[in-house]
Nanobody
């Protein structure tokens, strides 16, 4: 069982930055692929970024060059550094864990956090 708790969301002006964190419980965190997803009002949930246990990463085209996913296995934490934020980045951001990267890329994750709100004002 893995529990995920996100933090770091908030209100920021366009062009600003936020660093989201996801703290995971459990001793096998390093075995999981991790992902950040987001869901805006009246829109479907979408994958933002994913990272394998070994550190290889995947990004949605809409965030490439602006967002960076990273993980610290010693701290059981995954991060999402968001830069050059745009109003269209406004959403609830969710952290998720999967036993395989493919599951994360497909949104078929084993564990989900409750989300943190990111609001970008124009």
């Amino acid at each position: 069982q893995v529990q995920l708790v996100e933090s770091g969301g908030g209100l920021v002006q366009a062009g600003g930055s936020l660093r989201l964190s996801c703290a995971a419980s459990g001793r096998t965190f390093s075995n999981y692929a991790m992902g950040w997803f987001r869901q805006a009002p009246e829109k479907e949930r979408e994958l933002v970024a994913a990272i394998q246990s070994g550190g290889s990463t995947h990004y949605a085209d809409s965030v490439k060059g602006r967002f960076t996913i990273s993980r610290d296995n010693a701290k059981n934490t995954v991060y999402l550094q968001t830069n050059s934020l745009k109003p269209e980045d406004t959403a609830v951001y969710y952290c998720a864990a999967g036993t395989l990267l493919l599951k994360v890329l497909r949104g078929n994750c084993d564990y989900w956090g409750r989300g943190t709100q990111v609001t970008v004002s124009s």
